[in-house]
């Protein structure tokens, strides 16, 4: 019995594939958030010292009404379900996406065509004019360039030229740095108070895109350098894809699975607050003007939950409890950052367009198996049986110059090294760590392990994490998506699980070694 939208109702779901021997806890803690009803569809795959651990799917399998969605026989709703999902099924990972993109960054270091301290405009001329001219690629990766967006908001038009000197190209070179001083959030840590940031959610990723086309010996866009240098040697075709051509999306010979909206109407709800004077307008109120806005949005939202059209898979937060407070504090502290959620709304989302179109820094589209496999390769410093995506003294100089500093926008401490990955430490994943203060894992029982996983997650909950130090790749996927910054209790469970696995091997073969044979 799951239950869901506060009413105890029966979900059928199934759970494939497989999990090896000592690691029979993570898939227990796979089937709890079915079980809980705060899934609807997900993929899970973990390689440990090389050997794929867990690779996991699982699905709702209600019988649906014409509209996808569970009917509780007295005419409500429940939740959605996707027929045909399995563990080939693809879907958007977003933000997970940016670790795609800073490795394919990574591979052109480690070939010398690029440098991480090197200014943006030695490889972009155009690029240093309006206050970027000092602007590294390391900014741009740690999203310390101060342009969390550009001077308006990229069009339909400016995604479809993405070319040298194209009409995207001309929009980052004309913009200037909107976010050098802290704005209304605060920070109780008394050294991360002048060290701020502002997450660079979609323009670190296209910004990217114009320095690796201008780069590139055949000037090939990171989509293009991603499938010749990572996809493709690690047997990945059609599994993992950054533009996603409309031949193969039309094929049939994959299953695409739409994203599916936690709650309904959010996109018409942030319709008004999308004009690019508006949002000029907003980044320049005081403290009550941007709670009074931050409660008509979600008055809005809430009028709107009642008809919507929307891919919907659950009216209500699944896990409301478990990180209320959170939104709440991004409500009060973080109004830019709840204006600019829509990504977390599937609506707009599920179609061609978006799928056809690179956006280096949120539509990946592929799932846990491609994602688990590529992890696998950072976590043995840049190679996978026998496939050697790039050397190891280029892993680690993209691993290298981590900097701690509090980000304006996630409203949370982060870690990223030179290379735009970000560093998640076991011993700051706490009990008393929640979601969303600095750490994708916060509140995970790590079982008194101790180092580091690097990667980045997506909105919605996605994650996408490697740790050299315990050789494991981490990779979580899921079509429910909930308003998560980054990991979320879904793969908190399953981590802490993980991490409770990893420590009984330990043990085990500690008691091993002491044996006198």
């Not at 990574?106 to 206050?131: C, I, M, R």
């Not at 602007?135 to 030229?161: C, K, N, W, Y």
């Not at 008809?307 to 659950?314: G, L, R």
Request: glycine letters at 10%; one cysteine or more.
């Amino acid at each position: 019995m799951s239950r869901v939208n506060n009413k105890t109702h029966k979900i059928n779901y199934t759970i494939g594939g497989q999990v090896a021997e000592g690691f029979e806890e993570v898939r227990k803690a796979f089937e709890y958030n079915f079980q809980s009803g705060v899934e609807v569809s997900s993929q899970l795959c973990i390689y440990y010292q090389g050997v794929c651990v867990v690779d996991l799917y699982g699905t709702v399998t209600d019988d649906v009404t014409p509209g996808g969605l569970i009917n509780d026989g007295n005419g409500n709703h429940l939740m959605a379900t996707q027929k045909g999902y399995g563990a080939h099924s693809i879907q958007q990972v977003f933000s997970s996406t940016k670790n795609l993109s800073a490795i394919v960054v990574a591979l052109l270091v480690d070939k010398g065509l690029l440098k991480y301290n090197e200014k943006v405009s030695t490889y972009w001329p155009e690029f240093g004019q309006h206050g970027k001219e000092n602007i590294t690629l390391a900014d741009v990766l740690r999203h310390d360039s101060g342009l969390p967006q550009f001077s308006r908001q990229a069009t339909q038009e400016d995604m479809e030229d993405q070319s040298i000197g194209g009409k995207l190209d001309q929009l980052i070179a004309s913009s200037t740095p909107n976010w050098s001083t802290p704005h209304t959030s605060t920070t109780e840590n008394p050294e991360l108070k002048t060290l701020r940031r502002a997450y660079h959610g979609q323009a670190r990723g296209l910004i990217l895109q114009m320095i690796v086309q201008r780069v590139d010996r055949k000037h090939r866009t990171i989509g293009q350098i991603l499938r010749d240098e990572i996809v493709i040697p690690l047997n990945l075709t059609n599994e993992c894809f950054l533009g996603m051509p409309l031949d193969i999306q039309r094929s049939g010979k994959i299953h695409i699975a739409d994203m599916l909206s936690m709650e309904s109407g959010a996109r018409e709800a942030f319709d008004e607050f999308r004009d690019d004077e508006k949002q000029k307008e907003l980044q320049n109120l005081s403290e009550e003007q941007r709670l009074s806005v931050a409660k008509a949005i979600q008055d809005a939202l809430a009028e709107r939950k009642k008809n919507n059209n929307d891919p919907v898979w659950s009216r209500v937060d699944p896990d409301e409890e478990t990180h209320s407070d959170l939104w709440s504090k991004h409500e009060k502290n973080g109004f830019m950052t709840i204006v600019r959620m829509g990504c977390s709304f599937s609506g707009i989302r599920n179609g061609e367009w978006s799928r056809l179109h690179e956006k280096p820094s949120e539509n990946g589209h592929t799932n846990a198996r491609s994602l688990g496999k590529i992890a696998a390769a950072m976590a043995g410093r840049g190679a996978f049986d026998g496939v050697q995506l790039m050397s190891t003294d280029a892993f680690a100089e993209s691993h290298s110059n981590i900097t701690h500093k509090f980000d304006d926008i996630l409203l949370a401490d982060s870690r990223f090294t030179q290379g735009g990955f970000a560093e998640f430490r076991l011993e700051q994943t706490a009990f008393n760590t929640k979601e969303g203060e600095g750490n994708i894992f916060g509140g995970a029982n790590t079982f008194d392990l101790e180092g580091s996983f690097f990667g980045w997650g997506g909105a919605g909950g996605s994650v996408f994490i490697w740790s050299p130090e315990y050789d494991i790749g981490f990779a979580y996927t899921m079509t429910g998506m909930a308003r998560y910054i980054v990991g979320g209790p879904r793969t908190k469970r399953i981590f802490s699980a993980l991490c409770e696995c990893i420590n009984m091997i330990d043990i085990y073969e500690s008691s091993m070694d002491k044996v006198d044979l």
